[in-house]
T-cell receptor, first 116, second 111 residues
Framework: NAGVMQNPRHLVRRRGQEARLRCSPMKGHSHVYWYRQLPEEGLKFMVYLQKENIIDESGMPKERFSAEFPKEGPSILRIQQVVRGDSAAYFC??????????????FGPGTRLTVT | DQQVKQNSPSLSVQEGRISILNCDYTNSMFDYFLWYKKYPAEGPTFLISISSIKDKNEDGRFTVFLNKSAKHLSLHIVPSQPGDSAVYFCAATSNTGKLIFGQGTTLQVKP
């Protein structure tokens, strides 16, 4: 029973390049959440998705960031034209179908993005 | 606006003693509160939660207390063990699925 999988674990991009972060939820989970942790800070909510739907993207920066959770395949967080300030740890969490209570969010190990 | 605050960045306790981690919140719409534990280079792991209709929840060595009037919650770990050394995050939600996290408190348990 594999947990939430994220890849890559580490990603280095030069300024201006694109970053693609992948998240495979736990088996049977249909809700995915993305959080970002900047150095010395707590996790900040970015977006909440269900299959083929964005439910809440109130934490997503207005430009350069997008997220999807297609019918088949992993959820993707895409950052276009990365800047140094995008360097952070990006965590994905998943939860089962139905109303998501906080204790049912299971986190992946994170992707550490470094922009040089 | 920091809706969930952990004002102590770090805490050090002796093995066997009690660890008390504190958390304050401002949004009265929050109805569920959680504590997560995080080791370096890993994702947060759920520890314990409490609904706003309760004032205490206990699970083994971990107890969470909620004081709604003060908008304050705390996590008690008794007895503390060296393996408890980690960063502890308090989080809150208003049943939207979205978790709002505090900044974290680094707990060090000395043998």
């Amino acid at each position: 029973n594999a947990g939430v999988m994220q890849n890559p674990r580490h990603l280095v991009r030069r300024r201006g390049q694109e970053a693609r972060l992948r998240c495979s939820p736990m088996k049977g989970h249909s809700h995915v959440y993305w959080y970002r942790q900047l150095p010395e800070e707590g996790l900040k909510f970015m977006v909440y998705l269900q299959k083929e739907n964005i439910i809440d993207e109130s934490g997503m920066p207005k430009e350069r960031f997008s997220a999807e959770f297609p019918k088949e395949g992993p959820s993707i967080l895409r950052i276009q034209q990365v800047v140094r300030g995008d360097s952070a740890a990006y965590f994905c969490a998943s939860s089962p179908p139905g109303l998501a209570k906080g204790n049912e969010q299971y986190f992946g190990p994170g992707t550490r993005l470094t922009v040089t | 606006d920091q809706q969930v605050k952990q004002n102590s960045p770090s805490l050090s306790v002796q093995e066997g003693r009690i660890s008390i981690l504190n958390c304050d919140y401002t949004n009265s719409m929050f109805d569920y509160f959680l504590w997560y534990k995080k080791y370096p280079a890993e994702g947060p792991t759920f520890l314990i939660s409490i609904s706003s209709i309760k004032d205490k929840n206990e699970d083994g060595r971990f107890t969470v207390f909620l004081n709604k009037s003060a908008k304050h919650l705390s996590l008690h770990i008794v007895p503390s063990q060296p393996g408890d050394s980690a960063v502890y995050f308090c989080a809150a939600t208003s049943n939207t699925g979205k978790l709002i996290f505090g900044q974290g408190t680094t707990l060090q348990v000395k043998p």
